[in-house]
């Protein structure tokens, strides 16, 4: 069995998981913030069989777009030079981790 930790756009969640969810996979939807954009995202979690792997990475694919977003060089509430420059950044649709699981209980 398989974790897979999905960061997706806020823009994107809707949809991804409702398709998700129209083929019977569990889902756990997380609030999440990028490091860097310092805007919100979403993490979502997926425990899998391993051979669905591929599936949930195509369903994600079909609907997590990727952007452009601009990064300021500045903090929020700064007041100097920096605060008025900015930078284009491509976040990609989706970012995936796929972790192995050990154990899985409910009880
Ligand atoms: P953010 O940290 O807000 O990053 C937004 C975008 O800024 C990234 O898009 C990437 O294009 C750029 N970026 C951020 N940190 C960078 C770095 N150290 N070097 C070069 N470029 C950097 P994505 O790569 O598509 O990431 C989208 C979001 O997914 C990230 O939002 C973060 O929340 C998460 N993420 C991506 N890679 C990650 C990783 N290795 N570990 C943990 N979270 C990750």
């Given at each position: ?71 300021s060089a500045g ?13 284009d950044v491509l ?17």
């Amino acid at each position: 069995m398989k974790m897979m930790l999905i960061i997706i756009s806020n823009e994107d969640v809707k949809n991804v998981i409702q398709a998700l969810l129209k083929e019977k996979y569990y889902v756990t939807k997380l609030s999440s913030t990028g490091g860097l954009l310092k805007n919100g995202n979403t993490t979502l979690l997926l425990g899998v069989e391993d051979d669905k792997v591929a599936r949930v990475k195509e369903i994600v694919g079909m609907y997590a777009k990727t952007r452009k977003k601009k990064v300021s060089a500045g903090e929020p509430g700064d007041l100097n030079i920096f605060s008025f420059m900015s930078a284009d950044v491509l976040v990609n649709g989706a970012t995936i981790f796929v972790l192995n699981v050990d154990d899985y209980y409910k009880l």
